[in-house]
């Protein structure tokens, strides 16, 4: 059984440019979610999918920004018109619906550096 | 709304020796559950423990033990006899009633000293 992966691990993209980043879950959850970190912080949340659909927006998700899940299993995240402010780590996690605790399952992060 | 406080930015640890790691939350929600998680420098975010609001006993899970003083609303991580693989970042999460995602705090970066 594999983790959550994600890709691509790095990306460097000058300001203004659209990005893409990947992530598949554990396949048998149903859950996924993007988080944003910055250096020396803690996880931010951006949004929050059950299948397909998405569920749950944070106010850190500007128009810039646009996720997908299209078959509810794995997501992209799209950012267009890069600024420098957008440099941060991207995390990808997912979990099941039948566990009661609601563990989060990470994957390594897609790191975004915007020149 | 939720927030996670952890005032420790570093800790240094000497090797087999126990450390905790502060963590106060504020909720108005009924109930929630708590987390802790490891963040190595490769970047994954690993879980370590889990404390639900109800759960009469503090958590445990091997070396990791969960200090969880309701009234106070903390939680506090105790590591016992520590190894230099635990030098990492380690963050206090929590997610309230109803909610999915987890909030978290900003961190405490822990280095084991040998």
């Known amino acids: 059984d594999t983790g959550v992966s994600q890709d691509p691990r790095h990306k460097i993209t000058k300001r203004g440019q659209n990005v893409t980043f990947r992530c598949d879950p554990i396949s048998e959850h149903n859950r996924l979610y993007w988080y944003r970190q910055t250096l020396g912080q803690g996880p931010e949340f951006l949004t929050y999918?059950?299948?397909?659909?998405?569920?749950?927006k944070s106010r850190l998700l500007s128009d810039r920004f646009s996720a997908e899940r299209p078959k509810g299993s794995f997501s992209t995240l799209e950012i267009q018109r890069t600024e420098q402010g957008d440099s941060a780590m991207y995390l990808c996690?997912?979990?099941?619906?039948?566990?009661?605790?609601?563990?989060?399952?990470f994957g390594e992060g897609s790191r975004l550096t915007v020149l | 709304a939720q927030k996670i406080t952890q005032t420790q930015p570093g800790m240094f640890v000497q090797e087999k020796e126990a450390v905790t790691l502060d963590c106060t939350y504020d909720?108005?929600?009924?109930?929630?559950?708590l987390f802790w998680y490891k963040q190595p420098s490769s970047g994954e975010m690993i879980f370590l423990i889990y404390?639900?609001?109800?759960?009469?006993q503090n958590a445990t899970e091997g070396r990791y033990s969960l200090n969880f003083q309701k009234a106070r609303k903390s939680a506090n991580l105790v590591i016992s006899a520590s190894q230099l693989g635990d030098s990492a970042m380690y963050f206090c999460?929590?997610?309230?009633?109803?909610?999915?995602?987890?909030?978290f705090g900003s961190g405490t970066r822990l280095q084991v000293q040998p």
């Open positions: 999918f059950q299948n397909e659909a998405q569920l749950e």
């Open positions: 404390q639900g609001s109800y759960d009469q």
């Open positions: 999460a929590m997610r309230g009633t109803g909610r999915r995602a987890l909030t």
């Open positions: 996690a997912s979990s099941s619906r039948t566990d009661v605790r609601g563990e989060l399952f």
């Open positions: 909720t108005s929600d009924p109930s929630y559950g």
